[in-house]
């Protein structure tokens, strides 16, 4: 059974980094691509990362030049490094890849 198993979120004031990890097990786990998706308080979940085998990325406009998604194929981890964090940021952080979900961690930006 594919899992996803996200770690790395926390409390950080404005300003500050974090870094999430995602990593995929299980037999049949292939990460072709792999997703960061958030869901903010009072919105709907949407995609905030990408990157697929040839590691082209994807960020979606509000995150871009703060976050770099990355990858360790060998580890079969994705990473979400997030620097400049904003109060707007604080959200739950969820990897996706192959139609799974990961559990989520909680990021929380004070400002």
């Known amino acids: 059974q594919v899992q996803l198993v996200e770690s790395g979120g926390g409390w950080v004031q404005a300003g500050g980094s974090l870094r999430l990890s995602c990593v995929g097990s299980?037999?049949?786990?292939?990460?072709?691509?792999m997703n960061w998706y958030r869901q903010t308080p009072g919105k709907s979940r949407e995609i905030i990362a990408q990157?697929?085998?040839?590691?082209?990325?994807y960020y979606r406009d509000p995150v871009k030049g703060r976050f770099t998604i990355s990858r360790a194929n060998e580890k079969n981890t994705v990473y979400l490094q997030m620097n400049d964090l904003k109060p707007e940021d604080t959200g739950v952080y969820y990897c996706?890849?192959?139609?799974?979900w990961g559990q989520g961690t909680q990021v929380t930006v004070a400002s």
């Open positions: 996706n890849a192959m139609g799974i």
């Open positions: 299980g037999s049949g786990f292939r990460s072709d691509t």
């Open positions: 990157i697929n085998r040839i590691n082209s990325t």
